[in-house]
């Protein structure tokens, strides 16, 4: 698996996957997931998308958005065939790298509430609760990690 630039040839397999990891919280949510909702075909002009893929096959997405003073990942899915391999944890860890390259020190993120599965992910490995609040009709969980060896919940040797 390499992740690479995502291309305009990549964006039916974008959609399909973003649906594909998205779709079980519809019914959970009471509605589709913001990210299920997005252009990406447009996004690749506004955005940076990477796609974790073996060959043509898209397995992973990220999608982040680097404000003036901020380092956003919009979104992380993983096609359900390859979810729990350790796709998405890598596509995190990608855009956590990229931001430090870019010189930020921290990474923000957002999931909804009733995605606790992400949620458990995200504390595991680093990110902290900056609280909860709705936004665009969605009940968000905002999420902080700081990036580097004396970041709470880095790895310690």
Avoid at 94 to 107: C, I, N
Wanted: hydrophobic share 45%; net charge positive; aromatic share 8%.
């Amino acid at each position: 698996m390499k992740i690479r630039p995502a291309s305009p040839a990549d964006v039916g397999q974008i959609t399909a996957c973003i649906c594909e990891a998205f779709l079980p919280y519809i019914e959970r949510m009471g509605k589709q997931p913001a990210p299920m909702l997005a252009d990406y075909a447009a996004q690749l002009e506004t955005r940076a998308i990477f796609v974790a893929a073996r060959g043509d096959a898209v397995w992973g997405v990220v999608v982040f958005d680097v404000q003036a003073a901020e380092f956003w990942i919009e979104a992380v899915a993983v096609r359900s065939a390859h979810r729990g391999t350790g796709v998405g944890r890598q596509l995190l860890q990608f855009a956590e790298a990229h931001a430090a390259r870019l010189g930020h020190a921290t990474v923000d993120l957002v999931t909804h509430q009733l995605m606790t599965e992400n949620r458990a992910l995200y504390e595991r490995i680093g990110y902290v609760s900056q609280g909860a609040r709705t936004e665009a009709g969605y009940a968000r969980v905002h999420y902080r990690k700081t990036l580097g060896a004396d970041a709470p919940g880095a790895a310690r040797t």
